[in-house]
């Protein structure tokens, strides 16, 4: 199968289209609770290889799974997308609450890895047959296993991802004391 062909599977299944590239707004519901925020053209220049990056690996676009693109993202790097590190990072965290053994496996994938935001996007992807791109990103069946330098770096990760909590913690009390 194409990418081209997987992308389009991946978009009914999902109710995606690559006009949803171009929207204003981006739009989802967390549970039951709707969500929007601005489609900024940086997420627009990174949105199509994020898109390839889950018919390569597979990953639902479930929250868990969306938790795991973003650490296995965020692992591999996000090259100069602005817009991919920070979404990326907030869904790593959360998926730190909801499935962190799914999220830490998919970090540590994503350190064996290379993420299409270093080459950045051409059409001609979407030509590849799908294996091509699993092994253009080096995403393998199994999973590898985790390194002292793997763990270092996810220890890393979740000290600069809890920084915001601990920020808001430090000045809820400092304000409480005033």
């Known amino acids: 199968m194409t990418v081209r062909e997987a992308r389009a599977r991946y ?5 995606f289209s690559d006009a ?3 929207d204003r707004w981006v739009k989802f519901k967390v549970g039951p609770v709707p969500v929007a925020f601005p489609n900024t053209p940086s997420r627009q220049r990174a949105i199509p290889m994020h898109d390839l ?4 690996t597979g990953y639902a676009t479930t929250f868990a799974g969306e938790a795991e693109i973003g650490a296995w993202e965020v692992a591999g790097g996000c090259g100069d997308y602005a817009a991919a590190w920070v979404l990326n990072a907030i869904a790593f965290a959360g998926g730190m609450v909801v499935a962190p053994r799914r999220t830490y496996r998919a970090f540590v994938r994503g350190r064996h890895a290379r993420t299409l935001y270093h080459a950045g996007w051409h059409d001609d992807l979407l030509e590849l047959e799908v294996a091509e791109l699993r092994r253009r990103v080096a995403f393998a069946d ?9 763990r270092a770096a996810f220890a890393g990760w979740l000290a600069v991802l809890a920084m915001p909590g601990a920020t808001l913690v430090v000045a809820a009390l400092v304000l409480r004391t005033r």
Request: charged share 20%.
């Open 20 to 22: 949803t590239y171009r």
């Open 53 to 56: 990056h889950h018919v390569a």
């Open 142 to 150: 199994a999973a590898p296993r985790a390194t002292w330098r793997d």
């Open 11 to 15: 978009f009914a299944m999902n109710g």
